[in-house]
Nanobody, 126 residues
Framework: QVQLVESGGGLVQAGGSLRLSCAASGHTFSNYAMGWFRQAPGKGRELVAAINWSTFYEGSVKGRVTISRDNAKNTVYLQMNSLKPEDTAVYYC??????????????????????WGQGTQVTVSS
């Protein structure tokens, strides 16, 4: 059974930084592409960033967010800087076992992913 557990969320002031972590277990981590999504109140879930052999970023966070992975630790990270109140959301990590395409569009689709974590809340105060 694949498990994804996010951590690192919390309350931060606008302009601050957070690093989210997603620890994976139950599969060969390096064989999976990983994505970070977020869901703000009243909105659908949207891609923030994904990583396979390359990295992919959604437009509004590009330049403020960095996705990285440590295959030895079975962990994917999301470093977020210059946070804005509109970044407030629940952040989810997800795993894709198929890795069919190398595009933002492919990784932006929820159906791309086989497994999801439970999410971690990020709240940015103004």
């Amino acid at each position: 059974q694949v498990q994804l557990v996010e951590s690192g969320g919390g309350l931060v002031q606008a302009g601050g930084s957070l690093r989210l972590s997603c620890a994976a277990s139950g599969h060969t981590f390096s064989n999976y592409a990983m994505g970070w999504f977020r869901q703000a109140p009243g909105k659908g879930r949207e891609l923030v960033a994904a990583i396979n052999w390359s990295t992919f970023y959604e437009g509004s966070v590009k330049g403020r967010v960095t996705i990285s992975r440590d295959n030895a630790k079975n962990t994917v990270y999301l470093q977020m800087n210059s946070l804005k109140p509109e970044d407030t959301a629940v952040y989810y990590c997800a795993a894709d076992s198929h890795r069919l395409y190398q595009s933002v569009y492919y990784y932006s689709m929820e159906r791309t992913y086989d497994y999801w974590g439970q999410g971690t809340q990020v709240t940015v105060s103004s």
